[in-house]
Every structure is written in C-alpha cells, then in structure tokens.
C-alpha cells in the first residue's frame, strides 16, 4: 500500500512538470479580459499546489527515517543545504524577496504581480522555488529526454498559430488583446514569443543529435518532423522582430557550438544541415504577402528589407527604442540609489517609475508610456529587491552555470547533450533579459531547468533521493499504520487544497465577468456591462482596469438617460469608482488623472461647478509623474472650460515642449491662438505641423483659412 502511494504521488508530480513543459505556453483564453498571462499563472498556480501536496504526501508515506531524522535538528539543516549548491541561494533570494515585500512601495503587488503580468510577484517567486525543490527531489535522469520531448511538443502549437498570423490567417478574435505589426501568437507580445523560441530550439537541436533516446524506442517526435519543427521556430523567430531575441539566439547557438563538439555535430552531420536548411528556407516562404487583404503584411522583398533593417538598427543607439530603453535604465539606476539596500519592493518598479520617467524618455516611447520593468534583469532587480537582493540572485546565477558546467564535464552520452540544450537555453534566456523581461512561461521553463540541475548535483554527490527505494525481496512487508494524527494532517491537507484552489481560481471568475463587462459596454448594453463590471469588481477589487471600465460604463449611462436623477447617480457612482482607485493605487498618477476626468463630467453633463477639484487630482497625477502629457493636456482643457484660454495655451505648450510630435494637439494649440486673435502664432504652430507631416488632414482647414485672409 505504502509503495503504492508513492508511486502515485510521483506519477501525478511527473504529469504535472510535462503539464508545465507543454501547456502552459499554448494556452490562452479569449473569454478573460487577460487573455494570455492569467490563464497560464493560473494553470502554473493550480499544477504547482498540486504537486506541493502529491510531494508532501510522498515524503509522508515513505517512512523514510533519513526524511525524519532531517525534520529536525540544526545539523540536518546544514546537511539539506550542502545536499545540492543551489538549494542555499535558492532559498536566500526568497526571503530577501519577503523581507522586501514587507517593507515595499505596495506590499499587495509584491504580493500578487502586477495584472497581466503576475511573473515577478512574491507568490509566483514562491511557486517558482516550489518547482525547483520538487524537480530537485523528484526527477528522473531518464526522463529528461521526454520532459525535453514534451517541451518541444508544446511549442508546436505556438508555431503553427505565430505561422497562421506570419500569413495573415488570424482565426481568433483578439478583441482588447494585441494588435501590432509583428507576430506574437500565445505569448501576447513579439518580445515574450522571441524569448520562448530561443529557450526551445537549442532544445530542438539537443534532441536532433541525441542517439541513445531514438534508439531505445519509437519518439512522437521523429528527427524529420523535428527539423520541420525547428525550421518554424525559426521562421517565427525571424518576424518576431525582437532584437532581443535574436541577440539572445547568437549566444544560445555559440555555447551550443561551443559545447556541442566537433565530433557529435561530424555524427549528426545530415540532420544538423537539414535543420539549417529548413532554418534559412522558412523565413524565406514566410515573407510573401499571402494573403492580400490583409494590409500589415507587405510583400517578400519589403519584409526581408524590414528585417535586416531591424537587425542593422541594433546599433544605432538613436532609435526610439533603444533610446528608450538606455533612458529606462538611467531611471532604474535613480530608483536605486534612492533606496538601494532593499529596493522598492518586488513588482514596484512600475510604481514607483513614474516619478523618475525623463522627458527623453517619453519623447522616444511615446507619450504617457510607462515603464512596467527596467528591460534589464539585474537593474530589475536591483530596483526592487536592493543591493543584497541583487547579490543573492547574482549567487545563484553564477551558481546554477558553475553548476550546469561541472555537470556537462561529468556527464556523457545523451544526458550531456541535453544538458548542453539546457545550458544553450538558459544563456539566450539571460542575454534577452538583458534587454527585456521573463513572463510566466520563460520563467517556469528557467527554474525548471535549475531544478533538473540540482537533482544531476545530489547525484553526482552520491544522493539519489530521500525516498526510500524500492523494498528489497528480504525486506519484510510494509503494513500501512496510520495514527489519529496522521489522518488529521492529511485532512488539513485537503482542507488547505480546496481553500487555495478557490483562491487561485477566483480572480479567474472575476476576469471573466470583466471581459464579459466589456463585451456589453461595447454593445451599449449598459445596465448589463455595469451588473458585470461590479461582479469583477467584487470578485477582485485590486485591479485597477475593472474599476476604469465601470466608472466608464456609468459615465456613458448617464450620457444617454433622460432623467436627471439617474444622471446624477451615475456620475456620482462613476467618481465613487475612481475615488477608490486612488485610495488602493496612491502611487499611480493615471488613477488621479481618471478621478480628474469624472469630475469634469460633473461640470459637463451635470453642470455643477468643479474644475477646482479637477484641477487638484490631475495636479497630484503631474506631481507623481511631471512627464505625463495627457494630465498636461487635460488641464489645458479644464482651463478651456474656463475660459481661461492664456493657462490653456501654457499648459498645451508645456505638453509639446516634452512631447513636439503631437500633431493633434499642435493643430488645437494653433486654433486656441487663432481664437485669441493671435493669428501669427497659430500659423507657425500649423507651419510647424505641416513640416512634420504634409499629410495631416487635420490641419488642412486651418491652412487653408489662413491662406484665404491673406489672399495668398
């Protein structure tokens, strides 16, 4: 009975890694206002309190004196550490991690993660640690070709659909999700779909030149159909357009090389050259415009141009982006040394970043753009968790690649060649973070791959497991002796499941009932979106969007009602809404600038006199974020409203002089001159739009006015 539980325990901890390794990165939800991220941390948090319980259960049932002689006792403490180098930097990165959640900028997004992102939060780092010390104890040397396999597996549909949107075949209706130039399939943005191709093809190319696993049994994924599936990862790669990514991919493919050998790349010679082949000859057949009414896509020969434009542009520090990104890193490097012991706290970058975001910064990103991450791991770090916080996790970066190199000179046959795949992986993954940010599918696969490091160094160190083995034939019969105490602690362990799950399982409904929100606002079915709305909003009161998109939806109730009464409590609920938000975002300046607004809909729609509190709250927006070009502009419009038309001209130039490119906003500023009689003025602003882009019709009038009075 004993030996039974144990076997059943591993086998649900075994299904639960190949879950991670292949459904997590396919899965999405188009029935959740968070198509892409909630649905996989939720799966993640849901197989991970699965197998915490399946692995506790186990050492539990194994009566494994070794196990309960380790429970207890500073000596056994020191004996698990030394078990495995990893273990010790594992867990001192999580407490500091805690210790910086407690004392951070919002203690509830270091908690939890910020929405639609979740992957930096304390919990997620939990359930992180979880997997590594689970895949540490439980995994199998022998199954790593087919945890490998299954990852591979996983990326097939990923593939498929980034193809399907490469040719302009889109079949699902992203409504609210991305909608760029470039193809992002599963993972929601090119970046995030960039990071994941280079973490699975050196694992493509392991498994290509591996020879023991094929010829101990028959694969689903045969050496044919995986050069087919390598050459799609690197099409996909190819017009992701992430230069991140592909900066990535050169490192992964030189240690790869490097460590790969002479002599294994010679064996494998044929299908090393088919791979290459399929790698040049799938960019190539994606490139055509295949299909003709979609107007993102442009032909073969413009596509390749934008491509190797992309990649020369990576040095060219000039470009938007990357200017960008260099002023993003010089605000991280103020946040730091604003609090540089412990940091902001985990998942406050986003925060706190507003305050240090420079005028350059938005003038390269585009107005109002905010910084959720440094796009740099260590300056992330940094940031957040402080300088002892960035010590540690140096540590265990440093240790986890010391620790994949004494393995890959240890270890022989198809075991090294995967751990090369690993290795490959964790590199490319490391150089793109560099200049981007894990999301919840990368950094699943990366503390897996550090799990499946330590469980190689526990045996290179004698230790195969803390699981009794299997009974030897002289060994007498196990007998199941369960004490009272025994069935209390699996009962709070049932107890425990049940109420994490509703935990985990409910911000899910909540999500579900927004997007449902959504759909109904956007078929003015108001009463409906708002019913909806407050049930998200209940559900789960700490995401600002759903609270954004109620006080919306009453806003535009009370434009349609007839009756003044309803008008009012409309309003009055929309400000309500955004009051709230406030007081759970105090550091976000768009939550200020939205209760700004909704009191100008007070003065608008119900004609009550209140730009004075208007003015205040997008006041507080502008003292938490001076670059924030829409809080400027609304206070021109409020001072509009006012006729205060000298403060709206002062506050309309205060936004150009950060933000020149706003021709909408030059356009208007020319029209308020021409409003006050300075007709000089406003025919250089119009000039100025006009220099800019000649084919702006929203000027044309204006010009064309102009030209008229001057008989020009």
């Given at each position: 009975m004993k030996n039974r539980i144990v076997k059943i325990c591993d086998q649900v901890i075994w299904v639960g890694l190949l879950i991670l390794a292949i459904a997590i990165p396919p899965l999405i939800s188009l029935k959740m206002e968070d198509v892409v991220e909630l649905p996989k941390i939720t799966l993640f948090r849901m197989v991970i309190l699965t197998i915490s319980i399946a692995w506790l259960l186990k050492r539990i049932e194994s009566g494994n004196p070794s196990f309960k002689a380790r429970s207890k006792g500073f000596y056994s403490l020191i004996s698990w550490v030394r078990s495995c180098p990893l273990h010790l930097p594992v867990v001192a990165f999580l407490l500091v991690s805690a210790i910086s959640t407690l004392i951070s900028a919002d203690i509830r997004i270091s908690l939890v993660g910020i929405y639609k992102f979740y992957f930096w939060g304390l919990l997620s780092l939990t359930g992180y640690s979880l997997l590594y010390f689970i895949t540490a104890d439980n995994f199998s040397e022998n199954r790593m070709g087919a945890l490998i396999e299954g990852l591979l597996i996983g990326s097939f549909p990923v593939a498929i659909y980034g193809v399907c949107q490469r040719l302009g075949l889109e079949f699902l209706d992203w409504a609210g999700g991305p909608s760029r130039?470039?193809?992002?399939?599963?993972?929601?943005?090119?970046?995030?779909?960039?990071?994941?191709?280079?973490?699975?093809?050196?694992?493509?190319?392991?498994?290509?030149?591996?020879?023991?696993?094929?010829?101990?049994?028959?694969?689903?994924?045969?050496?044919?159909?995986?050069?087919?599936?390598?050459?799609?990862?690197?099409?996909?790669?190819?017009?992701?357009?992430?230069?991140?990514?592909?900066?990535?991919?050169?490192?992964?493919?030189?240690?790869?090389?490097?460590?790969?050998?002479?002599?294994?790349i010679k064996r494998n010679r044929k299908w090393l050259t088919l791979a290459l082949a399929a790698c040049l000859l799938f960019p190539i057949l994606l490139g055509p415009k295949w299909k003709i009414e979609t107007p993102i896509f442009k032909s073969g020969q413009e596509e390749m141009e934008n491509v190797i434009g992309r990649a020369i542009s990576i040095t060219n520090l000039g470009e938007a982006s990357i200017s960008a990104r260099i002023e993003g890193w010089k605000s991280s490097l103020r946040m730091f040394s604003k609090r540089p012991l412990l940091g902001w706290g985990l998942d406050n970058f986003g925060t706190i970043c507003p305050q240090y975001i420079t005028p350059k910064f938005v003038s390269s990103a585009?107005?109002?753009?905010?910084?959720?991450?440094?796009?740099?791991?260590?300056?992330?770090?940094?940031?957040?968790?402080?300088?002892?916080?960035?010590?540690?996790?140096?540590?265990?970066?440093?240790?986890?690649?010391?620790?994949?190199?004494?393995?890959?000179?240890?270890?022989?046959?198809?075991?090294?060649?995967?751990?090369?795949?690993?290795?490959?992986?964790?590199?490319?993954?490391?150089?793109?973070?560099?200049?981007?940010?894990?999301?919840?599918s990368t950094a699943i696969l990366f503390w897996l791959f550090m799990g499946i490091a330590g469980k190689m160094a526990r045996k290179t160190q004698g230790e195969e497991s803390d699981i009794t083995p299997e009974r030897k034939s002289n060994e007498p019969v196990y007998t199941s002796n369960h004490s009272p105490s025994d069935f209390i602690i699996f009962g709070i362990m049932a107890i425990t499941y049940v109420f994490l799950s509703f935990l985990i399982l409910r911000p899910v409904v909540a999500d579900i009932y927004a997007k449902r929100g959504r759909d109904y606002a956007g078929g003015k079915s108001w009463d409906k979106a708002i019913s909806s709305l407050k049930k998200a909003v209940r559900l789960n009161p700490w995401v600002e969007l759903y609270r954004v998109n109620l006080g919306n939806a009453y806003k535009e109730k009370a434009e349609v009602t007839n009756s003044i009464g309803e008008k009012e409590e409309c309003i009055d609920e929309a400000v309500l809404q955004f009051k709230e938000n406030v007081k759970l975002f105090p550091h976000n300046p768009f939550a200020y600038r939205n209760l700004g607004i909704a009191y100008m809909w007070k003065t608008q729609i119900l004609g009550e006199p209140c730009t004075e509190l208007a003015l205040r709250e997008i006041a507080r927006a502008l003292t938490i974020f001076p670059c924030f070009i829409s809080a400027l502009e609304d206070t021109g419009k409020v001072y509009f409203c006012r006729n205060e038309l000298d403060k709206t001209c002062f506050y309309l130039n205060e936004a150009l002089e950060i933000f020149p490119k706003d021709l909408a906003m030059r356009t208007t500023l020319g029209a308020i001159y021409y409003k006050m009689g300075n007709k000089e003025k406003a025919l250089t602003e119009w000039k100025k739009v006009w220099e800019i882009n000649p084919d702006y019709e929203g000027v044309r009038k204006y010009l064309i006015v102009k030209k008229g009075e001057k008989n020009e």
């Open positions: 130039m470039r193809i992002w399939s599963t993972l929601g943005n090119s970046n995030f779909l960039g990071a994941y191709l280079i973490m699975v093809i050196p694992l493509g190319l392991g498994l290509l030149v591996s020879n023991d696993y094929y010829r101990n049994g028959r694969r689903l994924l045969s050496k044919p159909l995986l050069v087919l599936l390598v050459g799609l990862l690197a099409g996909c790669l190819v017009y992701t357009l992430s230069r991140g990514a592909w900066l990535g991919l050169l490192a992964c493919l030189a240690v790869w090389g490097f460590f790969v050998g002479k002599d294994s585009g107005r109002d753009m905010l910084q959720s991450y440094a796009h740099n791991e260590f300056l992330q770090v940094g940031a957040t968790v402080g300088i002892i916080g960035l010590i540690v996790y140096i540590w265990l970066i440093v240790t986890f690649f010391k620790l994949l190199i004494y393995l890959l000179k240890k270890e022989r046959g198809d075991t090294r060649t995967f751990l090369i795949g690993i290795m490959s992986s964790s590199v490319a993954l490391m150089v793109y973070n560099q200049f981007h940010f894990s999301v919840v």
